[in-house]
Each structure stands twice: as C-alpha cells, then as structure tokens.
C-alpha cells in the first residue's frame, strides 16, 4: 500500500458525460500528479499540482481538468467523454518536487460505452 | 526534450535465472533521476529502484540492481534469481533534478513485459 488513495477504483459511464475521480495523496505530500494508461499502453503525463498551484502540464485534453484543494487532496475532471478516454487514470503523489520518487494509487478505470 | 526508450518489448526469463531489461535515454541535462516501475497484473506500479544521475555508484535493492552508463545513457534493470512474482510490467523513467518553477514532469518508457517461466 503505497498511501496514496484514490476514488472510485472503477467508473462505467456514456460518452459525452462528465466524471470526477479523487485522489487522496500520501500524508505530507504536497505534490500530486495525474496520470493516463490506456490499454496496454504507457503512461502519459497529464498535469502536476504542488500545494495547490499547477505546475506542469503533459498531454492533458482541453476536456480535462484538474485542481488541488487546501487538504491537497486533488480531482480531475474529464467531460464530454468519448469512447477513447476508456483507460486507467493513475494519480501518484511526492513529497515535494525537487524529491526524487513518486508513489502512485491504485488507479481509476474509467470505461466509456 | 527528453526521451525514454525501452527497445524489448517482452522478455522471459526461467525462474531463478537472471535477466537483463534495457533502457536508453535521452536528455542534455547532467542531473537527473532513474527510476524503474514494477506494474503487476494488479496494475499497480510499485517502485523498483532509483538512481541519482550524480552518483556513480549503481544502485541495489536485493535482487535488482541498475547498470547505469551516464555516458552511455543507458539504464539497465538486471533481476537476479527470478520469481514468477516478478512477473509484470516494467517501465523506465526519467525525472530532471532541476526545473523551472518546480516543473518536474517524469517521462516513462513503453514498458517490457516480462514472463518468468517456471
């Protein structure tokens, strides 16, 4: 258990919805990242929040959003969703970010029908 | 930009014997981390090892050590002693040690599937 959590672990929705997935970070980790893994595939980079601030983004969709609440606890908001957003949704978690390694949560898998 | 390559897209290996998964990178920065991710049918990821690009030595963690050529650019995972619970996926990443405003984005490889034979 990596102390990373994240919420719901499995999501079933229509295409042009809109979800939310929630990740809790480790205690005392100021910095979360999203992740994207579809099948059998790497993972993309989406978006980086350090306490609260967006700090880097990847490969995140103009559908997509996310923030980082005062709690640190962090969500990502992907709407409008299509039959290729189907993939698991990853959100790992660091100390800070000049520390080196990242634990991840369990993931999300997000399927849209 | 930076750059991750995992040339083997799938290995195996005989339980408790040895294996080797490769990893190339490619960046003009001098400090850096490596990391390699375990992904198990579970699909969690799960940190197998790291490696600060400033130290020359190769890291260990029990049955997994690093080759780790900076010059070379080139970071190895060798699993020693096999288990079939080292099935899995395994990725490369890259992660600079220095960033703009704290902008510290990892790059992953595509991955190697391993299969531990019994």
């Known amino acids: 258990d990596s102390g990373v959590t994240q919420t719901p672990k499995h999501l079933i929705t229509a295409t042009g919805q809109r979800v939310t997935l929630r990740c809790s970070p480790r205690?005392?980790?100021?910095?979360v990242y999203w992740y994207q893994q579809s099948l059998d595939q790497g993972l993309q980079f989406l978006i980086q929040?350090?306490?609260?601030?967006?700090?880097a983004k990847g490969n995140i969709l103009e559908r997509f959003s996310a923030q980082q609440f005062p709690d640190l606890h962090s969500e990502l908001n992907l709407s409008s969703l299509e039959l290729g957003d189907s993939a698991l949704y990853f959100c790992?978690?660091?100390?800070?970010?000049?520390?080196?390694?990242?634990?991840f949560g369990p993931g999300t898998r997000l399927t849209v029908l | 930009a930076q750059t991750v390559t995992q040339s083997q897209p799938e290995m195996s290996v005989q339980e408790a014997e040895t294996v080797t998964l490769s990893c190339t990178y490619d960046?003009?920065?001098?400090?850096?981390?490596l990391f390699w991710y375990k992904q198990p049918p579970s699909r969690q990821m799960i940190l197998v090892i790291r490696?600060?690009?400033?130290?020359?030595q190769n890291a260990t963690e029990n049955r997994f050590s690093v080759n780790f050529q900076k010059a070379a650019k080139s970071f190895s995972l060798k699993i020693s002693d096999s288990q079939l619970g080292d099935a899995a996926m395994y990725f490369c990443?890259?992660?600079?040690?220095?960033?703009?405003?704290?902008?510290?984005?990892?790059?992953f490889g595509t991955g190697t599937r391993l299969k531990v034979l019994a």
């Open positions: 205690s005392g980790d100021l910095s």
């Open positions: 990443a890259y992660r600079s040690a220095t960033g703009t405003s704290g902008t510290y984005k990892y790059i």
């Open positions: 929040y350090y306490n609260g601030e967006e700090r």
């Open positions: 790992a978690s660091s100390v800070a970010p000049q520390f080196g390694e990242q634990f």
């Open positions: 960046t003009s920065e001098s400090d850096y981390y």
């Open positions: 490696q600060e690009a400033y130290k020359q």
